[in-house]
């Protein structure tokens, strides 16, 4: 009898650890969606001060500005085969016609918000228009919405024969890895982009590192527009269909599962 009992209290024992285990790696993040500071000053007088206010769940940024030069690709306008949103654009300048990344960032960036929004997540579409809002100034936009979640949405550029996606994470943010993980996991069986390692963000973009540590940052690069082939996958309607469903999909779990 004492021994059944004993047998009874380890299995118990050993669920209460199991369910230990999965609680700790849930994401740890502030779901207050305002901060009341207090202090007592003088005379035992109280002042209350409105920190911030959380106006969405999601904010999705789309990388880059509108017509950075260093981001861009050179392209054969006759042979390359884009769809229409995806514009050639020609600045004149005798270089010839180009397809930004910041084009390709916008399309992604607008499915995944529309498909959050359909699911009920409140999202937001964060986008650049000149130099004054790149990077860590993307950061600074971003803290005044206060998001549960931050995702910048790029596109990579390197070698012609680049292939291959990723996320990228702040290593001083434990769920910022955790959120990386699930999202490169929710696309990889896209059919066309390979899945490569997932990154620390070790400090060159700020827009990662100058986030609030209220809110989990996590910057995507799905695919490299520097290489032809990849360029037309990941600007066709059928990856960014595929990719933008897994990523609202998943999102909308993270953000159900830890803030709601
Ligand atoms: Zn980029």
Redesign the pocket.
Known sequence: MIRLLLTKFKNILLLLLIGAMVFSTTIQAHSQSEFIKISIVEEQTIETTMIQHRECDVVIRV??YQGKAG?RIYVNNTTVNLPDDIPVRNDGDGKGFYVS?WDI?LKEAKAIVSKLQEQGINAKLQVAYSKSEDLNAAARIANKSNPYLYVSI????YESNSSGYFSMYNPHCQSSKIVADRLSNAIQYNGQVPKMANRENTGYIGELNNIHSTTVPVLL?LGFFSNISELENICSDSYVDYVSTQLANELTNIVNENYK
């Open positions: 990388g880059e981001k990344e960032n790029h596109h990579n550029s690069e």
